[in-house]
């Protein structure tokens, strides 16, 4: 199913109750084995074109589609339910739980939907904590590195396979090999016929993209 934004325009109100305008007319169309790697300077609008794709932000105008699903028009609760069955979320600062350690931090999307974990979701957990080349050590997350906390947002994101992945500068942490690595990653994700869309200021990334999106002062470019 096709996801897409139409129009969107989203602003947010500063400290001094001032609208700021995050994203302005735009319009976008994310198909399923595509890769879309969302570029542009700092404050440009790029996190919050992502999280109005999620859900996450309400645009005051425009729509966002997922198939038939007009997701702007959702209650917030629905807005949720939907997200958690449809896309994975690697966030900018990896929302991950740094007192849980990293299986359990991967295995928290499941926790919301499920009361017993089934042992093939725990298994999975564990071999993408292995795809990642991460250590299955026991002990808070906040310990790890900052390049494996973001490996460990990133398996969180593919647990429940879904069908959208959306991810925020993904490899900003991450050493030339590691970098590569799950730039090849996203890649084979998107082959496997999901949307996979990513912001990112890394070459090796937006190289691989089959749709790159500029975007600056809450438009796109090109
Ligand atoms: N929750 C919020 N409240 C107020 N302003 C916000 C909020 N989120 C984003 N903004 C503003 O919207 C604009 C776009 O922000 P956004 O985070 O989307 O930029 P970005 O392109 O992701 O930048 P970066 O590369 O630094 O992550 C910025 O001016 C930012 O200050
Ligand atoms: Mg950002």
Do not use: Y
């Given at each position: 199913m096709m996801l897409a934004a139409h129009s969107v325009s989203a602003s947010f109100a500063d400290a001094g109750g001032v609208a700021i305008q995050?994203?302005?007319?735009v319009s976008a169309s994310f198909a399923p084995g595509q890769l879309t790697a969302v570029v542009g300077?700092?404050?440009?609008g790029k996190t919050t074109l992502l999280h109005a794709l999620a859900g996450i932000v309400v645009p005051q105008q425009g729509r966002i589609l997922f198939g038939e699903v007009e997701l702007n028009r959702l209650s917030e609760g629905r807005r949720d339910a939907w997200r958690l069955a449809h896309c994975g979320m690697v966030f900018q600062d990896f929302?991950?739980?740094?007192?849980?350690?990293a299986l359990a931090n991967v295995l928290l999307p499941a926790q919301f939907s499920r009361l017993h974990l089934p042992t093939t979701l725990r298994q999975r957990g564990m071999e993408l904590l292995a795809r990642f080349e991460?250590?299955?050590?026991?002990?808070?997350?906040?310990?790890?590195s900052r390049g494996e906390q973001q490996r460990v947002a990133l398996a969180r994101a593919l647990l429940l396979d879904p069908p959208i992945l959306l991810a925020d500068?993904?490899?900003?942490?991450?050493d030339a090999d590691n970098g590569q690595r799950i730039a090849a990653a996203l890649q084979d994700i998107a082959r496997q016929g999901k949307t996979v869309v990513t912001v990112t200021h890394d070459e090796r990334l937006s190289a691989r993209a089959d749709q790159v999106l500029t975007m600056k002062s809450g438009r796109v470019l090109s």
């Amino acid at each position: 199913m096709m996801l897409a934004a139409h129009s969107v325009s989203a602003s947010f109100a500063d400290a001094g109750g001032v609208a700021i305008q995050a994203l302005q007319d735009v319009s976008a169309s994310f198909a399923p084995g595509q890769l879309t790697a969302v570029v542009g300077p700092s404050g440009s609008g790029k996190t919050t074109l992502l999280h109005a794709l999620a859900g996450i932000v309400v645009p005051q105008q425009g729509r966002i589609l997922f198939g038939e699903v007009e997701l702007n028009r959702l209650s917030e609760g629905r807005r949720d339910a939907w997200r958690l069955a449809h896309c994975g979320m690697v966030f900018q600062d990896f929302r991950l739980i740094d007192e849980l350690d990293a299986l359990a931090n991967v295995l928290l999307p499941a926790q919301f939907s499920r009361l017993h974990l089934p042992t093939t979701l725990r298994q999975r957990g564990m071999e993408l904590l292995a795809r990642f080349e991460l250590p299955q050590r026991a002990g808070p997350v906040a310990r790890l590195s900052r390049g494996e906390q973001q490996r460990v947002a990133l398996a969180r994101a593919l647990l429940l396979d879904p069908p959208i992945l959306l991810a925020d500068e993904p490899t900003a942490s991450l050493d030339a090999d590691n970098g590569q690595r799950i730039a090849a990653a996203l890649q084979d994700i998107a082959r496997q016929g999901k949307t996979v869309v990513t912001v990112t200021h890394d070459e090796r990334l937006s190289a691989r993209a089959d749709q790159v999106l500029t975007m600056k002062s809450g438009r796109v470019l090109s």
